[in-house]
């Protein structure tokens, strides 16, 4: 074998095995918990149904790389970026992922380019310092820029941004696009944020804070302002919370069970320091006038 050819061999070689290495992988489990059939991926898959597989997830191991999963074919319907670790139950996405790819790789990412799918600025007007994310973050000190965003940009998805950790506190959606400031719940106040089904995005109804849900009696702990329909708090992270109420508008229906099911009663405008039988077990609501 001639020298130049062997040389271009192990040039080769070399080449394969870093990439090899740069690889990301990402295991399916058909159980939350990391139990059941599992499914192990190193390329991207735009419809799980050819590996039956498809609407079967409901844990997540992520060994390397950043991936994206989404709920239909190619890439579409609600998406989730998931960095590596351990994710023992999928938040609203059980037995609902139909594709998954490596974000960042050629074909991942929704939208391609560059930009992160969310990037805070810590001035107005996308202006100052900035941070990148890409997965959900339930306290932004370990990215070092809690209560400093002023301003945003949304490359792809619907992002909840909140003004406690763990998406407590005032929150609000935000869809794809450009956002010189966050309003006078946010600015300068953002610690949480978390991609969440575009169902949810943000559109007042009459105006803001209509119902206010507090997790303890007495319009006391943890509040969540809500100006629209919920089909499941879920996606909120106040299911089962709330304790007392105050309805500043309207007339608004509220159950026990998601999607407007199970027992629900009728509340018009005034204050509601306890909720009798649907204490702590409130999971949808929405206006009925």
Same mark, same amino acid.
């Given at each position: 074998?001639?020298?130049?050819?062997?040389?271009? *061999?192990?040039?080769?070689?070399?080449?394969?095995?870093?990439?090899?290495?740069?690889?990301?992988?990402?295991?399916?489990?058909?159980?939350?918990?990391?139990?059941?059939?599992?499914?192990?991926?190193?390329?991207?898959?735009?419809?799980?149904?050819? #590996?039956?597989?498809?609407?079967?997830?409901?844990? #997540?191991?992520?060994?390397?790389?950043?991936?994206?999963?989404?709920?239909?074919?190619?890439?579409?319907?609600?998406?989730?970026?998931?960095?590596?670790?351990?994710?023992?139950?999928?938040?609203?996405?059980?037995?609902?992922?139909?594709?998954?790819?490596?974000?960042?790789?050629?074909?991942?990412?929704?939208?391609?380019?560059? /930009?992160?799918? *969310?990037?805070?600025?810590?001035?107005?007007?996308?202006?100052?310092?900035?941070?990148?994310?890409?997965?959900?973050?339930?306290?932004?000190?370990?990215?070092?820029?809690?209560?400093?965003?002023?301003?945003?940009?949304?490359?792809?998805?619907?992002?909840?941004?909140?003004?406690?950790?763990?998406?407590?506190?005032?929150?609000?959606?935000?869809?794809?696009?450009?956002?010189?400031?966050?309003?006078?719940?946010?600015?300068?106040?953002?610690?949480?944020?978390?991609?969440?089904?575009?169902?949810?995005?943000?559109?007042? /109804?009459?105006?803001?804070?209509?119902?206010?849900?507090?997790?303890?009696?007495?319009?006391?702990?943890?509040? *969540?302002?809500?100006?629209?329909?919920?089909?499941?708090?879920?996606?909120?992270?106040?299911?089962?919370?709330?304790?007392?109420?105050?309805?500043?508008?309207?007339?608004?229906?509220?159950?026990?069970?998601?999607?407007?099911?199970?027992?629900?009663?009728?509340?018009?405008?005034?204050?509601?320091?306890?909720?009798?039988?649907?204490?702590?077990?409130?999971?949808?609501?929405?206006?009925?006038?």
């Amino acid at each position: 074998m001639n020298r130049t050819l062997k040389h271009a *061999l192990v040039c080769a070689a070399i080449l394969l095995s870093h990439a090899a290495a740069q690889a990301g992988e990402i295991s399916l489990y058909t159980d939350v918990n990391f139990r059941g059939r599992v499914v192990v991926l190193r390329d991207a898959s735009d419809d799980l149904s050819r #590996i039956n597989f498809n609407d079967t997830a409901s844990s #997540i191991r992520v060994s390397s790389g950043t991936w994206e999963v989404c709920t239909d074919s190619q890439f579409n319907g609600q998406c989730r970026t998931l960095g590596p670790g351990d994710y023992s139950s999928l938040d609203g996405m059980n037995d609902k992922i139909s594709s998954v790819r490596e974000a960042g790789r050629d074909g991942g990412g929704s939208g391609g380019g560059s /930009r992160p799918a *969310l990037e805070l600025f810590s001035d107005r007007d996308q202006r100052g310092a900035s941070a990148p994310v890409n997965a959900d973050r339930d306290d932004l000190v370990a990215i070092g820029f809690n209560d400093r965003a002023n301003s945003i940009r949304v490359e792809r998805g619907y992002w909840q941004l909140c003004s406690d950790a763990n998406y407590n506190g005032s929150c609000r959606v935000f869809g794809p696009g450009s956002y010189d400031d966050l309003g006078r719940d946010l600015n300068g106040r953002v610690s949480s944020a978390r991609l969440v089904d575009p169902r949810e995005a943000n559109r007042p /109804r009459g105006g803001d804070n209509l119902v206010v849900l507090y997790a303890r009696s007495d319009m006391r702990g943890p509040g *969540l302002s809500v100006n629209r329909d919920v089909r499941d708090l879920v996606s909120m992270n106040y299911n089962d919370q709330a304790s007392s109420i105050v309805i500043h508008e309207g007339t608004w229906e509220m159950c026990e069970g998601s999607q407007y099911n199970g027992k629900c009663e009728v509340m018009g405008p005034g204050s509601y320091p306890d909720l009798n039988s649907l204490d702590k077990s409130i999971s949808s609501l929405r206006r009925i006038d």
